[in-house]
């Protein structure tokens, strides 16, 4: 029974450029949530999502941030024109309920900004 | 302001030692949760508390929830190698919110 995947493990961009995070959550798990971990701190909620409908994304910045959890296919976090401050870990969590549940964790995309 | 308050932030001990470390916060949660999070990893749930004064142990962990339950307490005792790693409490509402985390390193 596969955990929750995401791909890349790591990713390089140059500033300007576009930044795609897959996830795939647990299997049986239609409930989605990305979290940002900036070096040397916790983790911040960003987005909730629950199969094609966004339910919270009160953690997102306002600009060049969306995501996505199609009916097929993993859920994608997406950045536009990245910059340095963009560089973070991003985790994606997945539980097959709703947030007051518990929420299992991938083990995260390493985003660079150079 | 951060919700929920862990400290140390620091904290490396010899191996074989005692250590507790805190979460805590000027609100009142239904439940309070704690993570270990290890390098290059994803964080992993240890435990969830839900009743005031309630202690949980997990090996040798041990997880107090406060009478009040507004904040928490992780002892560890002789602590091991294996115990290194960042450790995270976080409280649920339709999010989870996350403390700051301790950053644990236990030396051979």
């Known amino acids: 029974n596969a955990g929750v995947m995401q791909n890349p493990r790591h990713l390089v961009r140059r500033r300007g450029q576009e930044a795609r995070l897959r996830c795939s959550p647990m299997k049986g798990h239609s409930h989605v949530y990305w979290y940002r971990q900036l070096p040397e701190e916790g983790l911040k909620f960003m987005v909730y999502l629950q199969k094609e409908n966004i339910i919270d994304e009160s953690g997102m910045p306002k600009e060049r941030f969306s995501a996505e959890f199609p009916k097929e296919g993993p859920s994608i976090l997406r950045i536009q024109q990245v910059v340095r401050g963009d560089s973070a870990a991003y985790f994606c969590?997945?539980?097959?309920?709703?947030?007051?549940?518990?929420?299992?964790f991938g083990p995260g995309t390493r985003l660079l900004v150079l | 302001t951060q919700l929920l308050e862990q400290s140390p932030q620091f904290l490396s001990i010899q191996e074989g030692e005692n250590l507790t470390v805190y979460c805590n916060s000027s609100s009142v949660f239904s439940s309070l949760q704690w993570y270990r999070q290890e390098p290059g990893e994803g964080p992993v749930l240890l435990v969830t508390v839900v009743t005031g004064g309630e202690v949980k142990k997990l090996k040798r962990l041990t997880f107090q929830f406060g009478d009040a339950r507004k904040d928490s307490s992780l002892h560890i005792t002789a602590a091991q190698p294996g115990d290194t790693g960042l450790y995270l409490c976080a409280v649920s509402a339709q999010k989870l919110v996350f403390g700051q985390g301790t950053r644990l390193t236990i030396n051979p």
């Open positions: 969590a997945s539980s097959p309920g709703g947030p007051l549940g518990t929420q299992y």
